[in-house]
């Protein structure tokens, strides 16, 4: 009789210890999801939950937002494609929940388009797309410093970054400028190394020409060079086609200020207020006339509602920044 209580006694012991540890084991995989999914299984809609769930399925469908392709324009040439967005149920779902105020704050994913720039034969690009509200400012560089302090300290107190292509002699000459451009943010790209007419160069001419200040701004600034400014927006389709064989894209201007022609700031400010709309790149120099007018240029832009970028920025599909979307139950 008490050798029978004695394993009963065992038995019930071997038993409460696996049920311990089955227990442990639920509570960390229980754990595991709710730190790396973030995920609906962790909490089981019930009752009102049920309710929360649908509305933000509903919701959703209306917050949704399709991709758009890049295209071949006949007279823009290459236009990025643009990001969609849906909304990521699982994870606004866990948020509404921790919140618990009766209002859903959607978070969001990006949905990339099925053709991309890359997927394109190669093209000079002349805009962005017309539906990413964004703008740049991209400064052509082959002679002078003269400006360039001011030019940086305006768009440092705008708080704006913008796209320098340097042409490579000037970047042998003025290789400290250049790092101070590059250290308070803005983007290094390619505006060939002697500024020669891309269109009448042979192809080993074109090449060279290109390549020497891809090599110089890899070698001094690190810089991985994707961008390609023809010298004077002088360029044929060889052109093009060559800079993609050094993964670069050709980039052309939307607006010209003409500034090398030392019209009044007003003038400039003028032409671009006339002319602002969605992808458009702005073309300047380092120059007195554009200098003066790049405080007042900036902030019409800005009035105007735009996002100021880099080139790169605003040939990328990604989205914008979206403003946090709230939806009350």
């Known amino acids: 009789m008490h050798i029978k209580r004695g394993w009963i006694t065992i038995s019930l012991f071997f038993i409460l210890f696996w049920l311990l540890n089955q227990s442990s084991a639920l509570n960390d995989y229980i754990n595991s999801v709710k730190e790396n999914n973030n995920s609906l299984s962790v909490y089981q809609p019930q009752g009102s939950n049920d309710l929360l769930l649908e509305k933000i399925k509903e919701a959703a469908e209306k917050n949704n937002i399709e991709p758009i392709n890049a295209r071949i324009d006949r007279v823009w040439k290459a236009i990025p494609g643009y990001n969609g967005r849906e909304v990521n149920i699982e994870k606004t779902y866990y948020l509404a929940m921790k919140l618990n105020n009766n209002q859903i704050p959607f978070v969001y994913k990006e949905v990339e388009p099925k053709i991309q720039l890359e ?135 939307t607006i010209d200020t003409i500034d090398w022609k030392n019209p009044s700031p007003d003038y400039i400010i003028k032409k671009i207020s006339s002319r602002l709309e969605p992808g458009v790149l702005i073309l300047m120099h380092p120059t007195e006339s554009s200098s003066k007018a790049l405080p007042e240029m900036i902030s019409v832009i800005k009035k105007e509602g735009y996002v100021i970028g880099t080139v790169s920025d605003l040939i990328s599909s990604r989205r914008m920044n979206e403003v946090e979307t709230h939806f009350n139950f």
């Open 119 to 253: 997927d394109l034969e190669p093209n000079a690009i002349f805009k962005g797309n017309p539906n990413k509200k964004m703008v740049s400012i991209m400064v052509n560089v082959s002679w002078g410093t003269d400006y360039i302090p001011s030019i940086l300290k305006t768009l440092e107190k705008e708080n704006v970054h913008s796209t320098f292509f340097l042409d490579g002699q000037w970047i042998n000459k003025n290789i400290e400028v250049a790092k101070q451009i590059a250290d308070l943010g803005h983007e290094l790209s390619n505006h060939a190394y002697s500024h020669k007419n891309m269109s009448e160069l042979n192809r080993k001419e074109a090449l060279d020409e290109m390549s020497k200040t891809q090599v110089l701004l890899k070698e001094h600034f690190n810089v991985d060079n994707k961008l390609f400014a023809p010298p004077s927006g002088d360029w044929d389709q060889e052109t093009v086609l060559l800079a993609n064989e050094l993964n670069m894209k050709t980039i052309h201007w």
